[in-house]
């Protein structure tokens, strides 16, 4: 990550060189706007959207979709992991459930989820968080389970409650899983809002996309694309942020160099 | 039981007595033999090393004691009650030395008194001196990666002294320290028992570690493990380390390993 400015400017220079190559290419081989336009016309469009004060309120409509669902999917989520990494009769009973609903494309399911909820913020808030839902799951249940067995007998040699293991062990230790987990539930609530939004909605920047690609605005798509990734670089940013905070402790991320292996090498 | 009972009286002052203790690891022909008929028991705030190979069962002799294991057969007490389960006037020390990377030194060190509702106020004072008397002092609130093994070590020794157990078990706390260090760690480790006069079992598979701090050595024989021999080391204390180089050191040391090696060892 540390390179020095020398080759900050390069990598740069080399995204510069990437946008004049594709608006040469246009130019060059005239292709239309309404399959690829140039990176000046998604530059204008964007500008045009700005002025208009087109983006606003859609913005604030998938933020706000993708934030409930994120906070209902994960509550949902870790509490549901809890229970069943905890109690083995709860396992062993959901755990079929939950692999055929891993396994299955939650995205498949927005369009009977529009059916149920209607076109306004439910639908968006639910099919955020059904997407949302499974990978913070699946690393509570794991992290919770990660507990080292020399730290569980000394918890359980100072007769420690069970309650008193989960709140000053596993819950603790699960942290790293949990926020991992947090992360990627972020950029699948996005996942879940804009689909929503893609196939049927009254408001958001999915809705927008879609009738910009009724009216052939190309380089307009373009320009949602580009606040979309703004958007989702912002969400993890701030989840990454949080994690910071929390996890001062955990060095296995900064430096790669958990418990069990410290020889993996660099990961930048 | 009844019967047994009057032919059972523990020792006079004996705070541990095992008799006939044995256990088994899985059932039937297929089970493995761990501990086979160990008897021996523990006068008040006496030091014993048991000392044997890797895979003799002192661990697993450990966790009996320590109430996380129950033996298949024989009687282990505690003051003359059965050791049913963990008991908070023991204190352990395990072979890592099994801390929570996200409490500070201090926190660590008080996660007993956490655990079992201890007054607060009054054992961080406490907790302050033991980090003082282990040389930890300027560390209270640094975290476990920022100190080396032997400081972690000590912190695992200070949190097995908290709560004033009357009793330490201690499971080659000092293995995975490199020699000097170990050393080091004896000499401090006779400095804090002669200061608190715990009742110590300490395990180790080091003959002269076990011979330099012990009262009494009880040598295991591995598979079943079963003692080979016990004998008192009448050594003046404190002992410092240059008594390793004394005759006497030395006929102790070769009586653990005429136990150990009863053929007389090697092939030559």
């Known amino acids: 990550m540390s390179r020095g400015p020398v080759s900050f400017a390069l990598r740069l220079l080399f995204i510069a060189a990437l946008l004049a190559a594709w608006e040469w290419a246009v130019f060059y081989f005239q292709t239309p706007a309404y399959i690829v336009p140039a990176p000046s016309s998604i530059a204008y469009a964007m500008y045009n959207g700005i002025v208009t004060n087109l983006y606003v309120s859609h913005i604030g409509a998938t933020i706000s979709e993708t934030l409930l669902g994120f906070v209902v999917g994960c509550a949902l989520a870790f509490m549901l992991g809890t229970v069943v990494a905890l109690s083995r009769t709860v396992e062993y009973y959901l755990y079929p459930i939950i692999i055929m609903f891993q396994a299955m494309p939650k995205v498949a399911l927005v369009p009977l989820i529009l059916v149920w909820f209607g076109l306004g913020l439910t639908s968006k808030v639910i099919s955020a968080a059904l997407v949302a839902f499974f990978p913070l799951m699946v690393n509570t249940i794991v992290g919770l389970h990660s507990a080292d067995e020399d730290r569980v007998n000394l918890m359980r040699s100072l007769s420690a409650t069970r309650w008193q293991i989960f709140r000053m062990l596993q819950l603790p230790n699960a942290m790293p899983y949990i926020f991992a987990g947090l992360e990627i539930a972020m950029i699948f609530a996005l996942i879940g809002a804009i689909v929503a939004e893609l196939i049927s909605s009254e408001r958001g920047l999915g809705m927008l996309m879609q009738s910009m690609s009724f009216t052939m605005d190309v380089a307009g798509q373009f320009s949602i694309l580009f606040i979309l990734s703004v958007l989702g670089l912002i969400l993890n940013g701030l989840v990454t942020f949080v994690r910071r905070k929390v996890l001062f402790w955990d060095t296995s991320r900064d430096a790669d160099a958990n418990e069990q292996s410290s020889t993996k090498g660099e990961v930048f | ?268």
């Not at chain 2, 008799?19 to 022909?29: D, F, N, P, Q, T």
């Not at chain 2, 003359?80 to 395990?94: E, H």
């Not at chain 2, 002092?137 to 400081?151: A, T």
């Open chain 2, 1 to 268: 039981m009844n019967a047994q009972a009057e032919m059972r009286q523990p020792a006079p002052g004996a705070v541990i007595s095992v008799r006939g203790l044995s256990l088994k690891y899985g059932r039937g022909a297929a089970g493995v033999l761990a501990l086979s008929n160990i008897s021996f028991s523990m006068a008040e705030g006496e030091f014993i090393a048991v000392v044997g190979p890797s895979g003799c069962g002192k661990s697993t002799l450990l966790k009996i004691l320590a109430g996380l294991l129950p033996q298949s057969e024989g009687d282990a007490e505690l003051n003359g009650i059965p050791i049913t389960g963990p008991r908070r006037d023991i204190g352990v020390v395990f072979q890592a030395p099994v801390l929570f990377p996200w409490r500070s030194v201090l926190g660590n060190v008080m996660l007993p008194v956490d655990v079992q509702g201890l007054d607060h106020d009054k054992m961080k004072q406490r907790a302050l001196d033991l980090i003082n008397l282990v040389g930890l002092n300027g560390f209270e609130q640094r975290y476990p990666r920022e100190l080396s093994g032997g400081m972690q070590q000590r912190v695992g020794i200070v949190r097995a002294l908290i709560h004033d157990p009357a009793i330490l078990l201690m499971d080659e706390p000092f293995g995975a320290l490199d020699a000097m260090t170990r050393e080091s760690m004896n000499v401090e480790l006779q400095r804090i028992w002669m200061e608190r006069r715990k009742t110590v079992l300490f395990i180790t598979h080091s003959t002269v570690e076990a011979v330099f701090l012990a009262d009494r050595v009880i040598v295991l024989t591995p598979r079943p493990g079963k003692i080979g021999d016990e004998f008192s080391v009448d050594l003046p204390r404190p002992r410092k380390l240059s008594i390793m180089n004394t005759e006497s050191f030395g006929t102790y040391v070769r009586r653990v390993r005429a136990a150990l090696n009863p053929g007389g060892g090697g092939m030559d």
